[in-house]
């Protein structure tokens, strides 16, 4: 295989006060590859964005802070770099796109000179140049009208449409790396497929690799090479798209894809975890889902299992659950 | 004509359907000018009929903006209609107001995505229960007392919940909370508006199982509004698709799901993402985005969109019609 692209060890990202500490990122590793979409999946206050901030390095201080870790880009570790150099990192190398178009757009720059500050800034270009690559951005991500959209504002655009635009803006200087958080959360089922069809055209003619956080297990299967579950600022299971759901392993990951409604499927009752997520500033000790677990043993609550490969590129984070070749004999 | 029985329904027609909605427009005035006069409509809700039997789940599917809220809305009277007639069993309620409607409203409820916004965050948990109880006069103190600590147990929370305000608890829990506020009256029918669009996916389950609990055990009926073309499938026995203020198909689940007619719900079926690898299923991308409902495409509204556009589509509006029994869709490509 490549050598991975991006490659995480080890990050923890905190939130210190004087009354607590919010563990929102506690030791993650991953990689991503060049032309591979690594999806992230994992609840509400699981550590997603955070990931995805640190990765950036734009964690909210001053109590947010990466206090450990190495984040290294094409080998290179972005937490050594200069503000200074990190800001060439940013928008050129990687780029990024968010749930919410309008917190990333400026809402008095039309669109084109938005697209074409990025082109300016990183890539030396003279305005009128930025303009006319502006436009063939927008024509790329699938404006009939992208002569006409340069010069308009954000609000005159639709959800769908500023989504598309950011993407433009996130695309212009052809980053190596893309990381989008929860893209399609906002959009609807038609106008998703639209944009997620616009990734996976990124990914397959200009080999881009994606970093595609959602809570949308949908998402992540239609989308993902590989993917990382993440509970409690944790990940505890890594594997091939096609391994975590066709053999999801960790606890946590097999409920969740039993509670969830599958139109392929009937299911009369879903099966739902019982309890709630544990906040991030208070995790029990022990494995960070041994509250809800209907597998947790007593060794569970106190003993923080590791992240293990237990079979080829395969890893879970749990105490109890056996490799798939044990998993066989268990069960002839 | 009577749209959307379901044909184990059609044999009982002697049953007087829970609710009947015909003909419901809902108009929104756009104005504008420096006298803000009116100067147009949003056709929010533009002609929509259809029934639903005592213990049966419609569920309401469609894009954002298509009128899934305010047709909600309306059938529990928060606004009344611009035009046409909402019956619930039996009574016609379109225009009732005051006193004559709030007799009436204990029989219908709503379930908001938001349980936060719609919980007022200054009274404990014990007294937004106790409140409708009080208003509408059922029973002492004591037996109110009572009564909240029964329904406290229904959605799953401890008798103790009683006493804490709803910031203390989480987005699961406080969706329970409104939810045993919206049975305190006993109500016959729920308009669940997004009830479990806000939360976590493992807490979404614990939602849906307790509304199929509930359903059981009181007959209920609900009005299922959603995004999510999976959880409606999962909860509901017909199924009603809207596009820009119209139904466009009505269908029991079994067929809407696997042979839709309508060329907007063969689209939006092909496009939620389904949480499986190496699922088969031509996929339909749609171009363009959804029109403004100020601004309805002439003819069919779907026109603008749709990758079966004939010529007729663009001047002539197609009609609700049963095509199958018990299945209605509104598709020129049908008549
Ligand atoms: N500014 C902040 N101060 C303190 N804690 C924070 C702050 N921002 C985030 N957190 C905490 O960090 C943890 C991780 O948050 P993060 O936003 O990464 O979650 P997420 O997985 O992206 O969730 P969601 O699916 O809701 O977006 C959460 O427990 C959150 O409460
Ligand atoms: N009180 C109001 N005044 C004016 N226009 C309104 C009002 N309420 C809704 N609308 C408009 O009516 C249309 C339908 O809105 P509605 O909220 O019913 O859609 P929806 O299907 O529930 O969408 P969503 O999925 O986003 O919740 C929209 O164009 C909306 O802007
Ligand atoms: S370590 Fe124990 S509690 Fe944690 S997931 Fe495994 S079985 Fe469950
Ligand atoms: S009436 Fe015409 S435009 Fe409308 S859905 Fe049918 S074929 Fe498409
Ligand atoms: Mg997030
Ligand atoms: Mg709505």
């Known amino acids: 295989m490549a050598e991975p692209l991006l490659k995480v060890r080890n990050l923890r990202t905190y939130f210190i006060s004087k009354n607590s500490t919010v563990k929102a990122v506690d030791g993650v590793d991953f990689e991503v590859y060049p032309g591979k979409v690594l999806g992230i999946v994992g609840e509400s206050g699981s550590g997603k964005s955070m990931t995805s901030l640190s990765v950036m390095r734009l964690v909210p201080g001053p109590q947010g802070k990466i206090v450990e870790g190495e984040i290294l880009l094409e080998g290179q570790d972005l937490l050594q770099l200069s503000e200074r150099a990190m800001r060439d990192v940013r928008g050129n190398r990687i780029g990024m796109i968010f749930q919410e178009p309008m917190s990333a757009l400026n809402p008095v720059l039309k669109i084109g000179e938005q697209i074409g500050e990025v082109l300016v800034r990183h890539r030396k270009v003279t305005k009128a140049q930025a303009k006319k690559q502006a436009v063939a951005l927008l024509r790329s991500v699938g404006f009939p009208r992208a002569e006409q959209i340069v010069d308009e504002y954000p609000h005159q655009l639709s959800g769908g449409m500023r989504q598309r635009a950011m993407i433009a803006m996130a695309m212009a200087c052809e980053p190596s790396l893309l990381i989008a958080d929860e893209p399609t959360t906002a959009l609807d089922v038609t106008i998703q497929a639209q944009v997620l069809d616009l990734m996976r055209s990124l990914k397959e003619q200009n080999g881009t690799a994606i970093l595609l956080i959602t809570h949308d297990l949908g998402v992540v299967a239609q989308m993902a090479d590989d993917v990382v579950v993440m509970y409690g600022g944790q990940v505890v299971e890594a594997a091939s798209a096609d391994e975590i759901f066709d053999h999801p392993l960790h606890p946590y990951t097999q409920a969740l894809m039993a509670s969830i409604p599958v139109i392929e499927e009937e299911r009369e009752r879903l099966q739902a975890i019982p309890g709630t997520v544990p906040s991030a500033a208070d995790f029990p000790s022990g494995c960070r889902f041994a509250p809800r677990c209907a597998l947790a043993e007593e060794r569970c609550h106190e003993q923080m299992p590791e992240l293990r490969e237990i079979s080829l590129a395969h890893a879970v984070r749990c105490l109890v659950v056996q490799g798939k070749t044990d998993r066989r004999e268990n069960a002839t | 004509m009577s749209v959307g029985a379901p044909e184990s329904f059609e044999k009982l027609q002697t049953v007087q359907p829970l609710l009947e909605v015909r003909n419901i427009k809902k108009y929104f005035p756009i104005t504008g000018g420096v006298l803000r006069r009116t100067i147009g409509h949003v ?293």
């Not at chain 2, 305010?70 to 009732?96: A, D, F």
């Not at chain 2, 709030?102 to 219908?108: C, E, G, I, M, P």
């Not at chain 2, 008798?159 to 709803?166: G, I, K, L, N």
Request: glycine content about 6%.
């Open chain 2, 43 to 335: 056709k929010a809700v533009d002609d929509v009929s259809f029934t639903l039997n005592e213990g049966e789940t419609l569920g309401l599917v469609g894009e954002s903006g298509c009128g899934k809220s305010t047709l909600g809305r309306v059938i529990m009277r928060i606004y009344e209609p611009t035009e046409g007639t909402l019956t619930i069993n039996g009574q016609e309620i379109s225009h009732l107001k005051g006193e004559a409607l709030r007799k009436l409203r204990h029989q219908f409820q709503m379930v908001f995505q938001d349980p936060y916004s719609s919980l007022n965050p200054r009274m404990s948990v014990g007294s937004l229960i106790a409140e409708p109880l009080l208003v509408n006069r059922r029973g002492s103190r004591a037996q109110i007392q009572e009564q909240v600590e029964s329904l406290l147990a229904i959605v799953g929370l401890s008798p103790e919940a009683r006493v804490r305000y709803p910031h203390e608890f989480s987005g699961g829990q406080r969706q329970r909370i409104a939810i045993a506020r919206a049975l305190a009256l006993r109500p016959k029918l729920i308009v669940a508006d997004e009830a479990v669009s806000a939360l976590d996916v493992s807490i979404q389950a614990q939602i849906l199982n307790l509304l199929a609990d509930l359903r059981k055990e009181f007959g209920l009926s609900y009005v299922f509004i959603s995004h999510n073309l999976a959880v409606v499938k999962h909860v509901s026995d017909r199924v009603a698709v809207m596009y820009l203020g119209r139904l466009v198909e009505l269908a029991p689940k079994s067929k809407l799901y696997t042979q839709p007619l309508h060329p907007y719900t063969q689209a939006l079926l092909s496009a939620a993402p389904e949480p499986k690898r190496h699922v088969a299923r031509e996929r339909i991308v749609l171009m363009g985005d959804v029109p403004s409902p100020a601004k309805p495409p002439s003819g069919c509204a779907f026109h603008t969109r749709c990758p079966q556009v004939m010529d007729v589509c663009r001047s002539l509006r197609p009609e609700l019609k049963e095509h199958t029994p018990g299945q209605y869709v509104a598709c020129h490509i049908y008549s």
